[in-house]
């Protein structure tokens, strides 16, 4: 009876070993609701439109997955960073600095800034439990990179365009320099087939 007890613990332990933050999946949905709302108002080309149709079906359907279909294997216990910490001071941000004060151009802003720390809960996550699944620190680095990306398109854009959004550049910097440990473990680290561990919070 009690072997069996063990077992099913350990079974669900396994099950809740730490994987993605359905906080930070929360905030990248925000982030691309607040970003694509100009579907409504502007039509740029099909492929664009379709895109971003995309991005925000790809969004809540992960956001479903983790917290309806696959709610039982969220670890909910360790994903629990305080979301008004980030919502807060990006709103007055976004308010404060902006290029238009109208709600769509506002909005806009809001997902720039939002978009610069939605990684923060995942992080805090890895953080407080010292450790990642392979796969989420393979898709952490994907998403880092992908930021990395755009911070070279907007050198490319500058230098042949002579284009340059301070908003968004910025927020890119910012959010970079968040993935910069993370980038330096993955790479000591899981691309020499060992498991991601940090040091454990006191």
Known sequence: ?????????????????????????????????????DLFTNFISIYNTVMKVVFLLCAYVTVYMIYGKFRKTFDSENDT??????LVPVIGLSFLENYSFTPLEILWTFSIYLE?????????????????ETITTHYLF?????????????????????????IA??????QTIFYCDFFY????????GKKLSLPMPI
């Open 116 to 132: 610069s720390v939605a990684i923060l809960p995942q992080l805090f996550m890895i953080s407080k439990t010292g450790e990642a």
């Open 142 to 166: 994907f998403l880092g990179l992908y930021r990395a990306l755009y911070l070279a398109n907007w050198i490319r854009r500058y230098q042949t365009e002579n284009f340059y959004d301070q």
């Open 81 to 86: 960073f305080r979301l008004e910490f980030l």
């Open 185 to 192: 473990l993955y790479v000591t680290k899981v691309l020499k």
């Open 1 to 37: 009876m009690l072997e069996n007890k063990a077992e099913r613990s350990a079974g669900l332990s396994l099950l809740r070993a730490p994987g993605i933050s359905g906080k930070s999946q929360v905030l990248f949905a925000l982030v691309f609701t607040t970003r694509y709302l």
């Open 169 to 174: 550049v910025v927020s890119g910097v910012v």
